[in-house]
């Protein structure tokens, strides 16, 4: 890539017409977060727009998935988990143009997918059915958290014994050959063959 330089960046625009959430009602604040968005100025303006409205639709896409994600628990703190969620995760199309420094060379065109969230949040209730669902109050369980932690841990420390892998036929009692620099043969290891006898 000595011979190109980067061009601009062509993304998918944004259209309220194509969040994937279906039966979206015709009014509700659009937050669309950037990377360089700060997430004090994001809350402030949802929750002065929210009270008028009963919807808000949180969007992030790439860097930005975290924060959106974020600012939508944040909400639904603030409102004592009382508020409706329907998540949806997607992608949107990002061309990335680069140009030749040389004449003969084409410029190249690099399509890349970043993933992208959209997180609805409702005074009102929602479809029960909608995947991606959830309802008020729904909290996690932490004795099923440590549950699958403890789990994971014993897994991750847990060894086969080498004699449950020769049952199974993995194992090997064979040693590998070794190169022998003297000689530059394989060796079993054994010594070298221009070892004295007598």
Same mark, same amino acid.
């Given at each position: 890539?000595?011979?190109?330089?980067?061009?601009k960046?062509?993304?998918?625009?944004?259209?309220?017409?194509?969040? &994937?959430?279906? @039966?979206?009602?015709?009014?509700?604040?659009?937050?669309?977060?950037?990377?360089g968005?700060?997430?004090?100025?994001?809350?402030?303006?949802?929750?002065?727009e929210f009270?008028?409205? @009963?919807?808000?639709?949180?969007?992030?896409?790439?860097?930005?998935?975290?924060?959106?994600?974020?600012?939508?628990?944040?909400?639904? !703190?603030?409102?004592?988990?009382?508020?409706y969620?329907?998540?949806?995760?997607c992608? !949107?199309?990002?061309?990335?143009?680069?140009?030749?420094k040389? &004449?003969?060379?084409?410029?190249?065109?690099v399509?890349r997918?970043?993933?992208?969230i959209?997180?609805?949040?409702?005074?009102?209730?929602?479809?029960?059915?909608?995947?991606?669902?959830?309802? &008020?109050?729904?909290?996690?369980?932490?004795?099923?958290?440590?549950?699958?932690?403890?789990?994971?841990?014993?897994?991750?420390h847990?060894?086969?014994?080498?004699?449950?892998?020769?049952?199974?036929?993995?194992?090997?009692?064979?040693?590998? +050959?070794?190169? @022998?620099?003297?000689?530059?043969?394989?060796d079993?290891?054994?010594?070298?063959?221009?070892? +004295?006898?007598?």
């Amino acid at each position: 890539m000595d011979h190109y330089s980067k061009g601009k960046n062509v993304e998918e625009p944004l259209e309220k017409n194509r969040i &994937p959430i279906p @039966n979206l009602p015709s009014e509700f604040v659009w937050m669309q977060v950037r990377g360089g968005s700060k997430m004090k100025d994001l809350l402030t303006y949802a929750f002065k727009e929210f009270e008028a409205a @009963n919807f808000v639709v949180w969007t992030g896409f790439g860097p930005s998935v975290g924060k959106a994600v974020s600012c939508a628990e944040i909400m639904k !703190r603030e409102y004592n988990g009382e508020l409706y969620q329907i998540t949806k995760i997607c992608y !949107r199309l990002v061309q990335e143009f680069w140009d030749p420094k040389i &004449p003969e060379l084409e410029q190249i065109v690099v399509e890349r997918k970043l993933p992208m969230i959209h997180i609805l949040l409702s005074k009102e209730p929602l479809n029960t059915t909608e995947l991606g669902y959830q309802g &008020p109050g729904v909290k996690i369980n932490m004795e099923d958290v440590d549950e699958i932690a403890e789990k994971r841990k014993f897994i991750q420390h847990s060894r086969t014994p080498t004699k449950e892998f020769a049952a199974l036929g993995v194992g090997s009692k064979k040693r590998p +050959k070794k190169w @022998n620099k003297s000689n530059k043969k394989f060796d079993k290891g054994q010594t070298s063959s221009s070892s +004295k006898t007598e």
